[in-house]
């Protein structure tokens, strides 16, 4: 099992706004990464630290984090976005191991 | 700009060693504050952390491999290697490395295009 729950699937209507979480105890010391999966491809990293993108990810990605829950939104969902979005942190036993979330399938409808 | 390549068989027998290694090419693997992770995803399922090296040779593991896992690193030849032994069914999955970055902010960040190793006989 994980030690960052996320739930497995979530949808959203094309150019609505979705949030996506990532909840565990870890995350009360550490910040999130988020990673885009789409079929057949490597995972892609579209933020990462309080609320960062790297070159290239489109600015409706923005990244949040209270207590022990990190969350992802995506504002203005494109068909595109539909893919699987892993949360990334350390483990909350305090020898920095990395541990990923389940994943949360993203349907844009 | 800095890309990794994941090499190694396709194909191993049960209880047998797998081994894989990552080639990092655009940039050298001893540069930066940078550790260098394995990554597996068995199909339709999630992403499990394997393991990862710092160019200094130290190592870190998933607690539920570790018994089984070996990463080195060959910095001459700007690699690092996995090796995961007696391997079961279960280890049938797509391997991914990837660079991790380790000072601040965490996150992976590029990744292999990923390799499958299936375990049959």
């Known amino acids: 099992s994980s030690e960052l729950t996320q739930d497995p699937a979530v949808s959203v209507a094309l150019g609505q706004t979705v949030r996506i979480t990532c909840q565990g105890d870890?995350?009360?010391?550490?910040?999130a990464s988020w990673y885009q999966q789409k079929p057949g491809q490597a995972p892609v990293l579209v933020i990462y630290?309080?609320?960062n993108r790297p070159s290239g990810i489109p600015d409706r990605f923005s990244g949040s984090s209270s207590g022990n829950t990190a969350s992802l939104t995506i504002t203005g969902a494109q068909a595109e976005d539909e893919a699987d979005y892993y949360c990334?942190?350390?483990?909350?036993?305090?020898?920095?191991?990395?541990?990923f979330g389940g994943g949360t399938k993203l349907t844009v409808l | 700009q800095v890309q990794l390549q994941e090499s190694g068989p396709g194909l191993v027998k049960p209880s047998q060693t797998l081994s894989l290694t990552c080639t990092v090419s655009?940039?050298?693997?001893?540069?930066?504050?940078?550790?260098w992770s394995w990554i597996r995803q068995p199909a339709g399922k999630g992403l499990e952390w394997i393991g990862r090296i710092y160019t200094s040779g130290s190592t870190n593991y998933n607690p539920s491999l570790k018994s089984r896992v070996t990463i080195s690193v060959d910095t001459s030849k700007n690699q690092f290697s996995l090796k995961l032994s007696s391997v079961t069914a279960a280890d049938t999955a797509v391997y991914y490395c990837a660079r991790e970055e380790g000072s601040g902010s965490f996150f992976f960040d590029p990744w292999g295009q990923g390799t499958l190793v299936t375990v049959s006989s």
């Open positions: 630290g309080k609320n």
């Open positions: 870890s995350l009360r010391s550490y910040y």
């Open positions: 990334n942190s350390r483990d909350s036993s305090g020898n920095h191991l990395a541990v």
């Open positions: 655009g940039g050298s693997i001893s540069s930066g504050s940078y550790y």
